[in-house]
């Protein structure tokens, strides 16, 4: 069955642009993360949706980003006037269960940014 | 705050070596602990996990066990393939409403024939 995708997998901007990365989650799936990954690094908390409410955006590092999951589904991280500190890899995961203690998480591939 | 602490890398091993990474945490309460891999070109999956103290993870070989006296969760396989070079992530979660996992840094797995 589909997995989880991502979309652009690679994405070259401007510093100044903004830039809007997508997540197609596995279908079915209640719960939506982002996270973001510095090259050497584990990946990092960004935010969480249970269905299309944000739960939890707590590791979102400033007001230039923000994320959206209108419809339970497809989820939107957007990063506005970006930076060359926002390259990174980010990382979308969904889950089938609400939360929770310990709920496998289902990674998409990533999209790697590079703000130049 | 909650983190998770591992074995620098990359660490490299001949085919059938005994592997063992290091994974010890920082958190209040009692943590679900995961191994999560990254092999060449493909997203994070799940490796193994291990929900309360004493719980043993094993999954294609490898094993992991929780360790609450030690805080510890560190990774073994006793005959490692050339396919196991990945880079592995100990994670943790202890948020239940939300689920968020916290990851340390990964380690570089390289197996040579």
């Known amino acids: 069955g589909a997995g989880v995708s991502q979309s652009p997998r690679y994405k070259v901007t401007k510093r100044g642009q903004d830039v809007a990365l997508r997540c197609d989650p596995i279908?079915?799936?209640?719960?939506l993360y982002w996270y973001r990954q510095a090259l050497g690094q584990g990946p990092e908390f960004l935010t969480y949706f249970n269905y299309e409410a944000q739960q939890d955006k707590s590791g979102l590092p400033n007001d230039r980003f923000s994320a959206e999951r209108p419809e339970g589904s497809i989820s939107t991280l957007t990063i506005q006037r970006t930076e060359q500190r926002d390259s990174a890899m980010y990382r979308c995961?969904?889950?089938?269960?609400?939360?929770?203690?310990?709920?496998?998480?289902?990674f998409g591939p990533g999209t790697r940014l590079t703000v130049l | 705050g909650d983190s998770v602490t591992q074995m620098e890398g990359p660490v490299t091993l001949s085919e059938e070596a005994f592997l063992t990474i290091n994974c010890t945490y920082t958190a209040t309460g009692y943590p679900s602990l995961f191994w999560y891999v990254q092999y060449p070109g493909e997203g994070l999956q799940l490796l193994l996990k291990?929900?309360?103290?004493?719980d043993k993870g094993s999954n294609k070989g490898f094993e992991a066990t929780y360790r609450k006296e030690t805080t510890s969760f560190h990774l073994e396989k006793g005959s490692v393939q050339v396919s196991d070079s990945a880079v592995y992530f100990c994670?943790?979660?202890?948020?239940?409403?939300?689920?968020?996992?916290?990851f340390g840094q990964g380690t570089t797995l390289q197996v040579k024939p």
């Open positions: 291990a929900t309360k103290a004493d």
């Open positions: 279908s079915g799936h209640v719960s």
């Open positions: 995961a969904s889950s089938p269960e609400r939360g929770g203690f310990s709920a496998e998480q289902f």
């Open positions: 994670a943790l979660i202890w948020a239940s409403n939300t689920g968020k996992l916290i």
